[in-house]
């Protein structure tokens, strides 16, 4: 008996919504049948998304949207019989291709509305002593460096830790933003011997004890896109062995490596055996001489074993970016 009623009623909607889809004009059809898409959808949502004691957000949303359905439709559909087909399609078809242009455009939010995220302005601390402590025997606090707001790289040369308030000296570990990536120079006009960083430093290595000259900060964002995965070269075949990173910075063309860079970063005179190239993003120039001199070899993808014309008789390293990625 009650599914014979509910059967009858399912039938008498189902045949008057027929009838008012029969009188409608083409745009009122597309937009009533995407107005049930919807309501269906978000009937569904309520029903699996409300519990016995709380009723789902989605609930409270059916009926406005059933009514604005309504509303739209009978506007579409007066326009249409009014003469004015022309309109009621141009509003129907106007949404449709916003959102297929929204779902394929690989641009982001906000550089389809022309909107700039800011850059804020990012800290990084120099501190007297490890661990990021402050020498209050000598009276010796931390100091503070700043990435200004809206710059994606500055140069901190010798001149200005010494005027923030530190002997260069003197710096036992670093603290810094996690947006920001540093570059530590030996000389104080951030150029020679270098090693870029991440992650702060709770304690200097041996190599930079009395030997930070100048120091290079990035953004982040701004790094990563530039400068991406570093060379890494090996001591030995199949990316075996003690190994090394060799970066390209966001501001060079081409990054140098000599005999004297390359043992900075305790990869000794003819001691590569393997290289690295990520995603075959560089070009790397190999020389059997210093300073970029003598016979060399050109390499864009990785080497798994070096062949014995060039093994472990590699001197100096010249990077730059192939233009293909």
């Known amino acids: 008996m009650v599914l014979n009623m509910i059967?009858?009623?399912?039938n008498k909607i189902i045949e008057n919504q027929t009838s008012i889809f029969a009188n409608l004009c083409t745009p009122a059809?597309?937009?009533?049948?995407i107005g049930i898409i919807g309501i269906v959808s978000l009937s569904i949502s309520c029903l699996t998304q409300s519990t016995s004691s709380k009723i789902s957000d989605v609930c409270t949303e059916l009926l406005p949207y059933i009514i604005t359905v309504t509303i739209v439709t009978f506007i579409l559909n007066t326009l249409c019989k009014g003469g004015a087909s022309y309109i009621?399609?141009?509003?129907?078809i106007l949404?449709?291709?916003f959102i297929i242009t929204s779902i394929t455009s690989k641009k982001t939010p906000e550089e389809r509305f022309n909107y700039k995220v800011p850059k804020p302005a990012l800290k990084m601390f120099l501190y007297p002593k490890e661990d990021m402590e402050i020498d209050e025997e000598n009276n010796e606090d931390k100091v503070e460096i700043i990435l200004p707001e809206g710059k994606d790289a500055i140069k901190i040369r010798e001149s200005d830790i010494q005027e923030i308030g530190i002997d260069p000296k003197k710096i036992k570990s670093i603290q810094k933003h996690d947006d920001i990536v540093f570059v530590l120079f030996i000389n104080s006009?951030?150029?020679g011997n270098r090693q870029i960083y991440k992650e702060d430093l709770s304690k200097l290595s041996s190599k930079w004890k009395n030997s930070i000259g100048s120091i290079y900060l990035f953004r982040k964002a701004f790094f990563k896109s530039l400068s991406g995965i570093p060379v890494q070269v090996f001591e030995k075949p199949e990316y075996e062995g003690k190994s090394a990173s060799l970066w390209i910075l966001p501001t060079e063309k081409v990054a140098y490596y000599n005999k004297?860079?390359?043992k900075f970063l305790k990869?000794?005179?003819n001691e590569i055996s393997s290289i690295k190239n990520p995603k075959n993003m560089w070009n790397i120039q190999v020389f059997k001489k210093d300073d970029f001199k003598g016979k060399f070899k050109v390499y864009q993808e990785d080497q798994f074993e070096l062949n014995k014309e060039i093994n472990n008789k590699i001197t100096s390293i010249k990077i730059t970016r192939n233009i293909k990625n």
Do not use: R
């Open 7 to 10: 059967k009858k009623i399912s």
């Open 189 to 191: 006009d951030c150029t």
């Open 267 to 269: 990869i000794s005179n």
């Open 88 to 92: 009621s399609w141009f509003m129907i």
């Open 260 to 262: 004297a860079a390359l």
């Open 29 to 33: 059809q597309i937009e009533y049948v």
């Open 95 to 97: 949404p449709i291709i």
